[in-house]
């Protein structure tokens, strides 16, 4: 297996989050994640989630524990256990701990669960304690003797964690806000509070970041080059120096790499050619105000003519589904006034004889006509209708498709007699339409660059060739406006078909 692959493995931490059981694999999750170096037993486990109102066999619980360990959230426990009887020991033989990467995964799981479908506020001042730090650091820096490590790691630390938190709640906020303003059922109450929210805060934090972005700049363009020289110093001792002489791995904290300097750097300035997220956000801003604008013209276009129903539609909703089958039954109906046919039946065999003294509910219906169930008589009334006389709509659309032909012949001699000399005549717009018609044909057909971009139009006997011709520049007038083409010329030569 390859490295993609072992990676791409990982994912397995989240199957018990997706399997129909995710009730009690998230229940058992929850007690390992409770505290730290947490060891339990199948037992323990069901002793437990017993408490919690959750009781699983132990059977079960084995089952589950087993398949966490497959999925590599749990791993079997090394620690020693002293027991004082065999039942004792049967109970308590087979013990699990949690994986780092499992305890990530329910982290994060509790972290969805628990967060709330609402906008979370982003922190302007952030922005300020991020310049300010990174000022502090660039003067320390570039005083004589440098920093010394214990106060790199503080400083680093505060302004990465700072730039975290003000990065994932701005992701948070425009997430929210482009769910809300996607919506078109949005009443006068909740357009005016998204209106202000839009217009006072995002506006302020859109010009805290244009003010400081450009300070945030330059304390990075003096803290670039002594970077190298920061991050040797702050992986030195600590943890990281003990897991290098072990030979294990060790995940740095943000700001000990390089490659967190570069993802903070391209947060505030373009960097090869790659737009900043402030440049983004800037534009997240205009869509939003762009959303808000459609929502108003929808409220304007809307009056008088309706409004959502959604919100009633939620009520009876809620009501459907807390009430019994039959209760359910009468509001539908009471709501929607979809009353439940009397009676269905099927259309019956002409060859079956149904005897007179068959009750009209058990027989199988019957197809009355309508003349028979509405004047009760068979025949029919009135005339028949004679037949439409459409010779003069005939006639009307032949003299059009005359007429255009006529047009479309004269284009073509307008085309033929200025072939020589296309970019220097003004043409009708008949003839320029002709001529685009025609272009269309060519490129369609084959490619100039290859000399296959070639149509012949039987019926006007013209034909029109496109040729790959660099750094020439056509420009055909016409009284609907200009068209220029750019490394093609264009040949119109009449066109006189073979005879064998």
């Known amino acids: 297996m390859g490295a993609a692959e072992e990676d791409l493995g990982r994912f397995d931490a989240f199957t018990y989050l997706t399997v129909p059981e995710r009730a009690s694999y998230l229940a058992i999750m929850r007690l390992f994640t409770h505290s730290l170096m947490t060891d339990l037993s199948a037992q323990q486990v069901v002793e437990e989630l017993a408490t919690g109102d959750l009781e699983i066999t132990l059977d079960t619980a084995v089952s589950r524990l087993n398949r966490l360990v497959v999925w590599g959230n749990l791993l079997p426990s090394s620690h020693t256990v002293r027991v004082k009887s065999i039942e004792e020991y049967q109970r308590t033989r087979s013990r699990y701990q949690l994986t780092p990467l499992g305890e990530r995964v329910q982290r994060q799981a509790?972290?969805?669960?628990?967060?709330?479908?609402?906008?979370?506020?982003?922190?302007?001042?952030?922005?300020?304690?991020?310049?300010?730090?990174?000022?502090?650091?660039?003067?320390?820096?570039?005083?004589?003797?440098?920093?010394?490590?214990?106060?790199?790691?503080?400083?680093?630390?505060?302004?990465?964690?700072?730039?975290?938190?003000?990065?994932?709640?701005?992701?948070?906020?425009?997430?929210?806000?482009?769910?809300?303003?996607?919506?078109?059922?949005?009443?006068?109450?909740?357009?005016?509070g998204f209106k202000d929210l839009l217009l006072d805060y995002i506006e302020s934090i859109t010009e805290e970041i244009v003010l400081l972005t450009p300070r945030i700049e330059r304390h990075l363009e003096r803290l670039w080059p002594h970077l190298p020289a920061l991050v040797t110093v702050l992986r030195e001792g600590g943890l990281a120096g003990a897991a290098a002489d072990l030979g294990v791995a060790v995940q740095h904290s943000r700001g000990h790499d390089l490659a967190d300097w570069i993802g903070l750097r391209a947060w505030f300035s373009d960097v090869d050619g790659r737009r900043s997220e402030v440049s983004q956000l800037r534009d997240a801003t205009m869509r939003a105000l762009q959303s808000l604008l459609a929502n108003a013209k929808r409220m304007i276009r809307s009056v008088g003519q309706g409004a959502s129903r959604r919100r009633e539609l939620l009520?009876?909703?809620?009501?459907?589904?807390?009430?019994?089958?039959?209760?359910?039954?009468?509001?539908?109906?009471?709501?929607?006034?979809?009353?439940?046919?009397?009676?269905?039946?099927?259309?019956?065999?002409?060859?079956?004889?149904?005897?007179?003294?068959?009750?009209?509910?058990?027989?199988?219906?019957?197809?009355?006509?309508?003349?028979?169930?509405?004047?009760?008589?068979?025949?029919?009334?009135?005339?028949?209708?004679?037949?439409?006389?459409?010779?003069?709509?005939?006639?009307?659309?032949?003299?059009?498709?005359?007429?255009?032909?006529?047009?479309?012949?004269?284009?073509?001699?307008?085309?033929?007699?200025?072939?020589?000399?296309?970019?220097?005549?003004?043409?009708?717009?008949?003839?320029?339409?002709?001529?685009?018609?025609?272009?269309?044909?060519?490129?369609?057909?084959?490619?100039?660059?290859?000399?296959?971009?070639?149509?012949?139009?039987?019926?006007?006997?013209?034909?029109?060739?496109?040729?790959?011709?660099?750094?020439?520049?056509?420009?055909l007038r016409s009284a609907t406006g200009d068209l220029t083409t750019q490394d093609i010329d264009i040949t119109i030569t009449r066109w006189e078909p073979s005879v064998d």
């Open 110 to 192: 509790d972290e969805v669960l628990s967060s709330a479908d609402a906008a979370r506020e982003i922190s302007r001042e952030l922005l300020g304690l991020i310049s300010q730090g990174l000022t502090d650091l660039a003067d320390r820096l570039e005083q004589p003797g440098g920093i010394d490590a214990g106060t790199a790691r503080e400083r680093v630390a505060t302004v990465f964690a700072q730039f975290w938190t003000f990065r994932d709640s701005v992701r948070d906020f425009y997430a929210f806000l482009g769910q809300v303003l996607a919506r078109y059922d949005l009443d006068s109450a909740e357009y005016s």
């Open 315 to 475: 009520r009876l909703a809620a009501w459907l589904d807390a009430a019994d089958e039959d209760t359910a039954a009468d509001l539908f109906t009471s709501a929607y006034g979809l009353y439940p046919a009397r009676h269905l039946g099927i259309a019956a065999d002409a060859q079956v004889v149904v005897a007179a003294t068959t009750s009209w509910w058990p027989a199988p219906s019957v197809e009355v006509p309508v003349s028979l169930r509405d004047r009760g008589v068979r025949a029919a009334r009135g005339r028949m209708s004679g037949i439409a006389d459409r010779s003069a709509q005939r006639q009307a659309l032949i003299d059009q498709a005359a007429q255009e032909q006529r047009q479309r012949a004269a284009a073509a001699a307008e085309l033929l007699s200025a072939a020589g000399n296309l970019g220097d005549v003004l043409l009708s717009e008949p003839a320029i339409r002709l001529l685009l018609e025609l272009m269309a044909q060519a490129l369609g057909a084959g490619d100039p660059e290859r000399g296959d971009a070639v149509t012949a139009n039987l019926d006007l006997a013209m034909r029109c060739e496109l040729i790959s011709k660099p750094r020439h520049e056509l420009t």
